[in-house]
């Protein structure tokens, strides 16, 4: 029998449960293997990519910091073109190569061009946008699909904003943000 884990989503939670175990231990980044996996994988696929971008791997001292990986150089546009598409799958690889834990992918993350701090404050601001249109017409607003770190950026900054509440529905890449007026009774 092998000691392989078998990942929580293959078993049903109990009634009443969350698919989450409170008992599970929390996850911790090896920063140390993660920065030499990245380099070595890096390494491997940038040179096969035949694009004129060099990158650097930083990882600052502290528990609970994260992996960084950025990148630079005259062909970044490709990096960054399609809502920086190519940027995500080299960062979801990266991931798949190290094995991380889905509870760490938001410790190690790639950025080109500032992107992340960019969509960050865009995704923050459209939020905040769309709250104010939805206490202004009393009607729901539906954000196109998103992933689950931008859905929760969404719910984190409309947290406590007051007249409205978030919701996410739907299913898989399928899954929308969804601003609704807030009531006075309960959800």
């Given at each position: 029998m092998s000691d392989e884990r078998i990942p929580a ?179």
């Amino acid at each position: 029998m092998s000691d392989e884990r078998i990942p929580a989503a293959n078993h049903p939670p109990a009634r009443g449960a969350s698919r989450r175990q409170d008992t599970q231990p929390e996850p911790r980044l090896d920063r140390e293997r993660a920065v030499a996996e990245i380099g070595r994988f890096l390494g491997i696929a940038m040179p096969e990519m035949g694009l004129a971008i060099e990158f650097e791997i930083s990882a600052p001292a502290g528990e609970e910091a994260d992996v960084v990986v950025t990148f630079h150089g005259a062909d970044q546009d490709w990096l960054l073109e399609r809502n920086a598409e190519l940027l995500l799958a080299l960062e979801h690889i990266a991931h798949r190569w190290l094995r991380l834990d889905p509870r760490l992918h938001d410790r190690v993350r790639f950025d080109c061009g500032d992107y992340r701090a960019t969509h960050l404050a865009e995704l923050k601001l459209s939020a905040r946008v769309a709250a104010q249109r939805v206490r202004e017409t009393g009607q729901p607003h539906r954000f196109n699909p998103m992933s689950s770190r931008e859905r929760r950026i969404v719910h984190l900054e409309l947290n406590g904003a007051p007249g409205v509440r978030t919701m996410s529905e739907g299913f898989g890449d399928r899954r929308q943000l969804v601003i609704y007026p807030a009531t006075s009774s309960k959800r």
